[in-house]
């Protein structure tokens, strides 16, 4: 089987330099134009300036933290949002200097901080009177994505105008790299802070300072060698990822077994992260991994079916709950790239380069995942407060008699919402619910 019956370039001996979308030299010079432009990693400057915000950012957050520990402020919506934003903010200017011009990197970082700090303001208020548990992380996770997201779209638009495809997979999958050795050494700093007692001044300073290393020092051909080592190792998770989905769906279809939900959900996710390992910058590939691609897109939809019957299942048991509200984004999210890369691979069969459709699929569903996951952590749709809502319509409407509604999540999970639907619920005007 071959998916190019069509004339394609794939085989063309054109360099790359002479084709049209080649990267081209970029218009607008990255911050600090006076600097060596040949040699970003030994930029004493650009060094200089990662090293200064690092520190004033480690400064900044242990005093925060210091004076809310020995309460030298009221725990207030301010101090939350600050520290909200100085967690993440500074990150985006360490890693893009140099990289992107300094005006669009100043408005999405200013932008960016006001977001973060209405984000930590919002997450103070719904936690007010409660137990906080992970919500905030699950917030700064989203928030997180919704960073690397638009910092990748500039990463491109700096190398060319306009960012194509090339430009795009280079500047993720980079940011990507960096992220997970910054994340490798934070986790080993955290270790060796519980291990030896070091202060936690001391290990967040240490934190901040190998952020800076990575994403000075780890540029140019390393980080591509590096990024292209990984993505040699996602690809070779396709054939195993692919044996596994069909083992799953046939062990269903003879059994009628549903399996839990997260085992379809990480095999999908991994499935789609395997094809887009495998399918890079839209250049030319060996046929298995072309035949790898095709598999795999066609067995995503099946592995999304699966899920959503898994979660179907639980929430008609047991109802919402936060963590069930972001599975079914997640199960949703998953359905979109699923149908996306499913019509690719079949388009293909008509001609063109394998799969080539996935370049404009993937674009438009990094706008979607960051649309979906701002409105998640916003008061727009806060899985915490659908699940309330959920659970208490449940309650209210007859579904789950008064002597089994768990009560118990809504005081401890729900938050502020989960304490306001208990009061209501403990009117005289809904005694006749037989509520608490």
């Excluded at 080649?22 to 040699?39: G, I, K, Q």
């Excluded at 300094?102 to 006001?114: E, G, K, M, V």
């Excluded at 208490?392 to 768990?406: E, I, M, Q």
Aim: hydrophobic share 55%; with cysteine.
């Amino acid at each position: 089987m071959r998916f190019e019956p069509s004339a394609s370039t794939d085989f063309s001996s054109t360099p790359d330099s002479a084709r049209p979308n080649a990267l081209a030299r970029p218009a607008n010079l990255p911050f600090l134009p006076w600097v060596w432009s040949h040699n970003y990693t030994l930029n004493i400057l650009l060094l200089l300036c990662r090293l200064g915000l690092a520190l004033m950012q480690a400064a900044a957050f242990a005093f925060l933290l210091h004076g809310r520990k020995h309460h030298w402020w009221a725990d207030t919506q301010i101090a939350s949002g600050l520290a909200m934003m100085g967690a993440l903010s500074p990150a985006l200017l360490m890693q893009g200097l140099g990289r992107i011009a300094a005006r669009p990197l100043f408005i999405w970082t200013a932008c960016a901080s006001l977001s973060l700090f209405g984000l930590g303001v919002y997450q103070h208020w719904r936690v007010a009177g409660s137990d906080p548990g992970l919500s905030a992380l699950w917030l700064a996770a989203m928030a997180g994505v919704i960073l690397f997201i638009g910092q990748s779209l500039l990463l491109a638009r700096a190398k060319c105008s306009p960012a194509h495809y090339r430009a795009l997979h280079r500047a993720s999958w980079s940011l990507a790299v960096q992220l997970l050795l910054c994340g490798i050494c934070a986790a080993a700093l955290w270790a060796v802070w519980h291990a030896l007692s070091v202060t936690g001044f001391t290990a967040l300073l240490l934190m901040v300072l190998a952020a800076v290393l990575v994403t000075q020092f780890l540029d140019g051909a390393v980080l591509r060698m590096i990024s292209a080592g990984l993505a040699q190792a996602l690809t070779a998770t396709l054939p195993v990822l692919a044996l596994l989905s069909v083992g799953l769906i046939l062990f269903w279809s003879w059994t009628r077994w549903l399996p839990p939900l997260m085992l379809p959900v990480l095999l999908g996710l991994f499935m789609a992260i395997g094809i887009n390992a495998s399918y890079r910058n839209g250049d030319w590939r060996p046929w298995w991994r072309r035949h790898l691609e095709f598999a795999g897109a066609l067995l995503l939809p099946a592995l999304v079916t699966l899920s959503a019957m898994a979660l179907q299942v639980r929430v008609a048991a047991y109802g919402f709950t936060g963590v069930r509200v972001m599975a079914l984004a997640l199960v949703l999210l998953l359905a979109g790239y699923a149908l996306a890369y499913a019509g690719a691979a079949l388009i293909s069969l008509g001609g063109g380069r394998a799969m080539e459709r996935m370049e404009t699929a993937n674009l438009a569903m990094a706008f979607v995942v960051a649309g979906v996951l701002a409105a998640m952590a916003s008061p727009l749709a806060d899985p915490v407060r659908l699940a309330v809502a959920e659970q208490s319509w449940r309650l209210t409407h007859g579904v789950v008699k008064p002597a089994k509604f768990d009560t118990t999540w809504l005081s401890k999970s729900g938050l502020r919402f989960g304490h306001e639907a208990l009061r209501r619920l403990a009117a005289p005007s809904l005694e006749s619910f037989g509520a608490p």
